[in-house]
């Protein structure tokens, strides 16, 4: 017997609700809901979609993200061509690539843009709960915008998807915020930094030793709770902040004051790549245990030129989708039934025809309609029809097609009793079949 292959650990199949499966993921439909909810918001606030390849140069992320991040230090998968000896990565995230194409496209010539996308990333890391080898994220960017408008617009941009998706801010997540300055601010704060960590060598971890050098920032992100109280006491970036970065940080958070929505301030928040310069933020939550962040970004006005084009500001954010729905799941919160409006139950395969005109003229209505296929007797089939969650029955039987009808069926709800359609003029009473509001 040949024995049966199975997907690489950390990378998982996205399978209808209808398969069952012993781990817990997201089905497809939640997925769907979640796509389909982020284009809504999103071409809202005049965002346009772009896609990028999942495979790029491995410079590209060397020089982008930094080589003493973790990402490129640890999990990249990374590998040599065969064909041509070039180096390459499957993208960890997907900021870098969308930069990539802006440059190799002379993208911003005409002006700013706000972009999306969404998609496969990867990291090479030990899978748990809310964390894969191969995940998605949905990736928001505004090039080309200097202005602390912008960073305030997307993180009221992530507030309103929440209230799209049900989670309530404050309760389920909950926004921290902080600036990282500029350049020169960074370097004084850099030299604060080691000279502090340095006078304290003996309390380093070996982490923390090997990054004092070369990423002092990176120590502050440190989860190691013997370090924490050494960290606390270090010297604050806030403290190094120059007039001209305080007023960007003050101007964010005014917008944010205003449109009441609550956060904190938090100086030990550096975000895990290298390109960030001013506001940096995350939205957390306590419902996932230690995996806590759901979405984060800022600002990166050096990277495109980092990148080989003409430098240009640049603010965006990456939002993790496993994890999220994930929350969102632990959560119980309502979200659409994926359930069709009706299933069709077909006695014979000569009423085929029939019913399936009947069927497409509905479709057209804008109805969902699941017809039975392969036959069977009408009990396994009306079975088949509960089971698919649908709220009607379409009843095309011997009898009920000679009368020139369609039996309606409710599956739902017991107090209706079923009633006879027109076959001839199903546009008349398909809006009876639609859902009045979104299942629970």
């Not at 191969?134 to 928001?140: I, K, P």
């Not at 912008?150 to 993180?155: Q, S």
């Not at 958070?253 to 310069?277: E, H, K, W």
Request: glycine letters at 10%; charged letters at 25%; hydrophobic letters at 45%.
């Amino acid at each position: 017997m040949t024995d049966v292959l199975k997907a690489i650990k950390g990378m998982n199949d996205i399978l209808p609700g209808s398969v069952p499966r012993k781990d817990k993921l997201p089905d497809s439909a939640l997925w769907l809901w979640f796509e389909n909810t982020v284009r809504s918001v999103l071409a809202r606030y005049g965002y346009q979609y772009i896609v990028t390849p999942v495979v790029e140069p491995t410079a590209l992320f060397v020089r982008g993200l930094g080589e003493v991040t973790d990402i490129v230090e640890k999990e990249m998968y990374s590998f040599t061509d065969a064909m041509n000896g070039d180096k390459l990565t499957l993208r960890p995230e997907a900021t870098a690539g969308i930069v990539r194409a802006m440059v190799e496209h002379n993208a911003l010539y005409n002006g700013p843009l706000r972009l999306w996308t969404l998609g496969a990333m990867f990291r090479h890391e030990r899978p748990q709960k809310g964390r894969y080898r191969q995940f998605h994220q949905l990736d928001v960017e505004a090039l080309g915008f200097a202005g602390p408008d912008v960073d305030a617009e997307l993180i009221l941009l992530v507030r309103r998807l929440w209230t799209e998706l049900g989670l309530v801010e404050g309760q389920h997540v909950r926004l921290e915020l902080n600036s990282l300055g500029q350049p020169a601010e960074r370097a004084a704060h850099r030299a604060a930094l080691v000279a502090y960590f340095e006078a304290h060598a003996d309390q380093l971890d070996e982490d923390a030793r090997r990054r004092l050098h070369s990423n002092p920032l990176r120590i502050l992100d440190t989860k190691n709770p013997a370090m924490q109280a050494l960290v606390d006491a270090a010297p604050q970036l806030m403290d190094h902040l120059g007039p001209e970065s305080l007023a960007h940080f003050d101007a964010v958070r005014a917008v944010l004051d205003a449109a009441g929505l609550a956060y904190r301030v938090n100086p030990r928040l550096v975000r895990g790549m290298d390109y960030y310069n001013l506001t940096v933020f995350e939205w957390i939550t306590d419902q996932l245990g230690s995996q806590g962040t759901v979405c984060g970004g800022g600002r990166y006005d050096g990277l495109i030129e980092q990148l080989g084009g003409k430098p240009a500001p640049a603010v965006g954010f990456g939002l993790g989708i496993e994890r999220l729905l994930l929350l969102i799941q632990e959560l119980g919160l309502p979200v659409p039934s994926a359930a069709p409006d009706a299933y069709a139950v077909v006695a014979d395969a000569s009423l085929v025809p029939q019913a399936m005109s009947v069927l497409e003229a509905l479709r057209s209505a804008g109805l969902t309609v699941q017809m039975h296929a392969g036959g069977g007797g009408l009990k396994s089939q009306f079975k088949k029809a509960d089971a698919s969650g649908a709220r009607f029955a379409l009843v095309f039987g011997g009898d009920e097609v000679d009368r020139g009808v369609v039996g309606v069926k409710p599956l739902r709800d017991v107090s209706l009793s079923q009633v006879d359609r027109p076959l001839a003029d199903p546009e008349a009473w398909a809006a009876t079949l639609k859902r009045t509001a979104p299942d629970a």
